[in-house]
């Protein structure tokens, strides 16, 4: 078992940028492939971004590209979402998971373990 705790979220103005942690627990973190998936209001929960457990491949949302970025330190059971350039549109529950079967992907069912969200809010 893994257990992931997102840090607090915040309301920021937009424009301005926000770091996103996600603290694990439990077996290995650094077996496990990361993601961070979104559900805006009103909206389906969509894939943000994700990393494999090595660190070295990563893959996007077209809608984040070049403005997000999902660091992580498995010395620190940790992966972090960096958030830069925020948009209104940007505003929903975020929510940190893990991968069992040892592969990056964007569909939310391929990760077992889930934080338990944190909401970000970004206004005008």
């Known amino acids: 078992q893994v257990q992931l705790a997102e840090s607090v979220g915040v309301l920021v103005q937009a424009g301005r940028s926000l770091r996103l942690s996600c603290a694990a627990s439990g077996r290995t973190f650094n077996n496990f492939p990361c993601a961070w998936f979104r559900q805006g209001p009103g909206k389906e929960r969509e894939f943000v971004v994700a990393i494999s457990r090595s660190g070295r491949t990563t893959s996007y949302a077209d809608s984040v590209k070049g403005r997000f970025t999902i660091p992580r330190d498995n010395a620190k059971n940790t992966v972090y979402l960096q958030m830069n350039s925020l948009k209104p549109e940007d505003t929903a529950i975020y929510y940190c998971?893990?991968?069992?079967?040892?592969?990056?992907?964007?569909?939310?069912?391929?990760?077992?373990?889930w934080g338990q969200g944190t909401q970000v809010t970004v206004y005008s």
């Open positions: 998971t893990a991968s069992s079967d040892g592969y990056i992907g964007a569909s939310w069912g391929q990760y077992d373990y």
